[in-house]
């Protein structure tokens, strides 16, 4: 089973440096064809300017270049940034050259006349470490993120417990008070209005505790597949504008779930998207099983996985909210009664985290938004 590429992680950007017209245009063809994000220059001045415009993950240079060599071109971009690979080709081995690059922070040499070979192998070497670099960035992210919502969750769990305790007691003598009160009398339908804000209030401490330990689980071997397409065909009825691709085949590997759980993520997802699409628009469900080897960027163990993807084409989150969309009490939705609780995608976060699973965004405004989740497949012990 082939592992699946991340989209967000699945291309690197590499600058080329070369002033041989020639050359450059060989080694370009080359690089383009194997995948990489390529942008040129023809000397180091450009080089320079080009990498401050679009911050590459790898720059190729040549050493001897007019206006402004390789090396000094290097040594600027050291002073921008101590993450970017830099791999040098030279005709020169000349001792003193390779010490200067060393000292300056050149990563991999590459001597001319180029041997693709060695030149693939060089690059090679360096993509790992930037998808090394990206992995630890992810992690970094992700148990930052983890330490922050454990804090809070522990908060709103010992809250949640002293909010329904309380709540049992405003709720059972508002539903007395409204037993004993003359059908049809404004007392009654005020006391009504009260015991309907009181059972929303009993579900919010519900989500708090859900939010706090990911539910009471009942985890058990389960077909993904059928709690899937129930959701969407659920919360998204034939007289909706909504067009739905459902790409969710018969036999999926069974997953060690909480039924009820997940099923509670997977109509949070359909709701944010319904939510995103108000004029109408395409919902793309997909499942599928995929293998992440021990270098997977998610931060997961290696084995296998069934990747679950909920896509809309609506409106799409700004870049600059996307890393907060699973915080707690973070929206940007209307506050009130219903809207605005802030605990849809924590709550989803929260739930997929204690099935030992990964759940991302991806998003790019006015294109859409891609929700990732990935869970274990279930390893029977017969």
């Known amino acids: 089973m082939p592992e699946k590429p ?7 950007s590499l600058l080329y440096v070369e002033d041989e017209a020639a050359t450059r245009e060989q080694v370009s063809r080359v690089l383009s064809s194997r995948g990489y994000r390529l942008t040129t220059a023809e000397n180091g ?9 679009q911050s ?6 040549d050493i001897m270049m007019p206006r402004l060599n390789g090396l000094e071109m290097s040594r600027a971009i050291r002073e921008i940034s101590s993450d970017t690979q830099i791999a040098c080709m ?18 991999q040499f590459v001597l001319k006349p180029v041997e693709f070979t060695r030149l693939f192998t060089a690059l090679d070497r360096c993509q790992e470490m930037v998808e090394l670099r990206k992995r630890q960035q992810i992690l970094e992210a992700e148990n930052l993120r983890a330490k922050k919502i454990e804090a809070i969750a522990i908060l709103a769990g010992g809250m949640a417990h002293d909010f329904n305790n309380l709540l049992q007691v405003i709720l059972g003598y508002v539903s007395l008070a409204r037993m004993n009160a003359e059908p049809g ?7 009504a209005i009260a015991e309907g804000a009181s059972d929303s209030a009993k579900e919010l401490g519900v989500r708090l505790l859900t939010f706090a330990k990911g539910g009471e689980a009942f985890m058990k071997p389960a077909e993904p597949g059928p709690i899937i397409r129930k959701s969407v065909e659920d919360e998204l009825p034939p007289a909706m504008s909504i067009k739905t691709v459902i790409d969710v085949p018969d036999d999926l590997p069974r997953i060690m779930l909480d039924v009820d759980k997940i099923r509670q993520v997977f109509v949070n997802l359909i709701t944010n998207a319904c939510e995103a699409m108000p004029n109408g628009g395409l919902l793309h469900v997909l499942a599928e099983p995929v ?3 021990i270098t997977n960027s998610l931060g997961l163990q290696p084995g296998n996985y069934l ?12 870049p600059e909210n996307l890393p907060k969309v699973f915080d707690p009490y973070f929206t940007t939705k209307e506050m009130g009664c ?17 099935h030992q699973g990964h759940i991302h965004a991806e998003s790019k405004p006015g294109k859409g938004t891609g929700i990732h989740i990935y869970l274990p497949v279930y390893q029977s012990n017969e």
């Not at 590459?56 to 240079?61: A, C, G, K, R, S």
């Open 90 to 107: 030279t005709a020169f081995n000349d001792a003193s050259y390779l010490i200067d690059a060393i000292d300056i922070g050149v990563n």
């Open 338 to 354: 219903q809207k605005g609780m802030g605990l849809g995608l924590a709550l989803c976060h929260s739930i997929i985290k204690h």
């Open 307 to 318: 990747h679950i993807l909920f896509e809309d084409n609506g409106t799409g989150i700004p």
């Open 56 to 61: 590459p993950d790898i720059v190729l240079t």
């Open 45 to 53: 001045e450009q080089g320079l300017e080009r990498f401050r415009e």
């Open 185 to 191: 009398s404004k007392t009654e339908s005020l006391l």
């Open 291 to 293: 293998s992440l080897s």
């Open 6 to 12: 991340q989209l967000i992680y699945s291309d690197i």
